[in-house]
């Protein structure tokens, strides 16, 4: 039963969602030609656990590091620990610090920032489970002082936090952030995963009922952190063409929201191949979705907060194919 609940909220959550994005945008097709993603500074990759989890291969992380130079990644996220039930971690970061000091090496630009995964509670009747309650002080201090021993042991660069799933307006989330702040200092990144973006009547929505963000929640989000990384994927879209103007649409509110913000903003694509209710490989994929933020760049109001980069969802599973586009992408002349 609530399997079935679950998929009729997608109906209709993708119908009223697909509606908006028609009925909202006039995006065309772009090349890579038109549009100047060769400007941008701040791309961003995420990597597997097995980076920071398994005794170094120096080799390996040495091509990484050209890697993320001719792709002009300047942020890198290694998965590196998620909080358990039970309010430890999983024990998956022994060689971190051997891979922060080998990337480096070859490498001295590009920005490591571990990623920490914080599943919460679903207080709702659909979604995946979680576990871990933000309005509780000692499991953010947990998290908090996790995030300060990762950049002091490890020499890292900052921190990159998943936390799923966070509604709009969550108060906890927001008191994380302060606590982890707090803990980090102001000289090392805070970077954080962001929700979807919907204007304040769809996402007021009974059965979408504040699951997105608001333009005024990304507000309140980026006073407290360096960077944003939207999670813009896994948007229900059922094809390439909607999947682009949803994408032209998070882009250009998520910019507005931020116009008066210093934050970085970083606009996440898949490159999964596996198909789920919310992601179709065939809809969601690097073309689509470059093609998407670069319309949306074009329509931006020169008073909107620009993007500044792209987060690539994920290293370890893009193949050449993916490689040869973004390269084409983001380093035309």
Not at 29 to 42: A, D, E, K, Q, Y
Not at 122 to 146: C, K, T, V
Not at 190 to 211: C, E, K, M, Q, R
Request: proline share 5%; charged share 20%; net charge negative.
């Amino acid at each position: 039963m609530r399997s079935s609940r679950y998929w009729w909220m997608l109906v209709l959550v993708s119908l009223s969602i697909m509606g908006f994005c028609v009925a909202s945008s006039q995006v065309g097709i772009p090349s890579h030609t038109s549009c100047n993603l060769n400007r941008l500074s701040g791309n961003a990759a995420w990597l597997s656990v097995n980076w920071v989890s398994h005794p170094p291969d120096k080799a390996a992380i040495i091509q990484l590091a050209n890697n993320a130079t001719e792709r002009r990644l300047s942020y890198l996220f290694p998965f590196t620990t998620y909080a358990r039930p039970d309010g430890t971690f999983s024990p998956t970061f022994g060689f971190l610090k051997d891979f922060v000091s080998i990337f480096r090496q070859e490498n001295r630009t590009a920005r490591i920032l571990p990623w920490i995964g914080v599943p919460t509670i679903n207080r709702r009747r659909f979604g995946p489970p979680g576990y871990i309650d933000l309005m509780n002080e000692a499991e953010r201090r947990s998290i908090a002082q996790l995030a300060a021993s990762l950049i002091s042991d490890a020499s890292s660069d900052g921190v990159h936090l998943d936390v799923e799933h966070v509604n709009d307006g969550d108060l906890g989330f927001l008191l994380l952030l302060q606590d982890v702040r707090q803990a980090i200092g102001s000289d090392v990144v805070l970077s954080v995963a962001a929700n979807n973006w919907l204007p304040v009547g769809l996402n007021d929505f009974p059965v979408i009922d504040g699951y997105k963000w608001t333009g005024a929640y990304y507000q309140e989000v980026a006073s407290h952190v360096d960077q944003i990384v939207v999670m813009s994927y896994d948007s229900i879209m059922p094809s390439a063409f909607l999947y682009r103007l949803w994408l032209a649409e998070q882009v250009k509110g998520i910019s507005r929201s931020l116009a008066r913000s210093n934050v970085e903003l970083l606009m996440g694509l898949t490159v999964s191949r596996e198909k789920t209710l919310t992601h179709r490989p065939a809809a969601e994929n690097m073309l689509s979705g470059l093609r998407g933020i670069c319309a949306a760049r074009n329509e931006i109001f020169p008073e909107a907060h620009s993007v500044d980069g792209i987060a690539i969802y994920a290293e370890w599973e893009a193949d050449e194919d993916d490689w040869h586009l973004w390269q084409e992408w983001v380093s035309h002349q």
